[in-house]
């Protein structure tokens, strides 16, 4: 099946700790992205990747950090410099040369 | 700096009704694409529709339809004879075009959704 894969549907963190999102995709696209999303608002963009080992900082990049060491996945790490955590997070893919992005099923993230 | 607004933030109807869902966007690219986006409560992204800036035929799929006005900079979604499975949030959304050299990432910038309850 193709597609895009996120891990877990739902996440804890306590105080202080890191944990990782997992975002992988078998559609053979070339870009990601990482999203958060706070309840009653639109999406806002964290990181990106067009290529494989290159990524930028989108617009709320401070307290995550991802790696792009294989074309297929996009891990996020949500680290504990991140203070209000707590949201939706969706992961989306493009085609090269193409202008849509399509989005995975997302991963709430919840701090105990 | 780009800008999408959806004055309206939640819309109710009941089954059988049209139902219009605005957008308004700032952008001083003169080449651009506009999206919309379903979001079920299951939570995804469904992509519905993508317009570049250039082409501003209205486009209909089924009951769906979209009006793209460039000299209002409004691209609005009519949902026609509304049905219960249309309950969702819906967003609208504006990117700059890709640059073949790398100069442009397709940065999606979002407005804040607007609720749509279609009750039966």
């Known amino acids: 099946d193709g597609g895009i894969t996120q891990s877990p549907k739902y996440l804890f963190r306590k105080e202080g700790q890191n944990v990782t999102l997992s975002c992988e995709q078998n559609l053979n696209h070339d870009a990601m992205y990482w999203y958060r999303q706070d309840p009653g608002q639109g999406l806002r963009l964290i990181y990106y990747s067009q290529i494989v080992n290159d990524f930028q900082k989108g617009d709320i990049a401070e307290g995550y950090s991802v790696s792009r060491e294989k074309k297929e996945s996009f891990p996020l790490t949500v680290t504990s410099a991140q203070k209000n955590p707590t949201a939706f997070y969706l992961c989306?893919?493009?085609?090269?040369?193409?202008?849509?992005?399509?989005f995975g099923p997302g991963t709430r993230l919840l701090v105990l | 700096a780009q800008k999408v607004t959806q004055a309206q933030t939640e819309i109710s109807v009941v089954e059988k009704e049209d139902v219009t869902l605005d957008c308004v966007y700032e952008?001083?690219?003169?080449?651009?694409?506009l999206f919309w986006y379903k979001q079920p409560p299951s939570g995804e992204l469904v992509f519905l529709i993508r317009?570049?800036?250039?082409?501003?035929q209205n486009e209909i799929s089924g009951r769906y339809s979209w009006n793209f006005q460039k000299s209002t900079s409004s691209f609005n979604f009519t949902i026609t004879a509304s049905q219960v499975v249309d309950s969702a949030v819906y967003f609208c959304?504006?990117?700059?075009?890709?640059?073949?050299?790398?100069?442009?990432?397709?940065?999606?910038?979002f407005g804040q959704g607007t609720i749509l309850t279609v009750h039966p």
């Open positions: 989306a893919t493009r085609p090269h040369a193409e202008e849509t992005q399509y």
């Open positions: 952008t001083r690219d003169t080449t651009y694409y």
């Open positions: 959304a504006l990117s700059e075009p890709v640059g073949s050299g790398g100069t442009s990432y397709g940065k999606l910038t």
């Open positions: 317009r570049n800036s250039f082409d501003e």
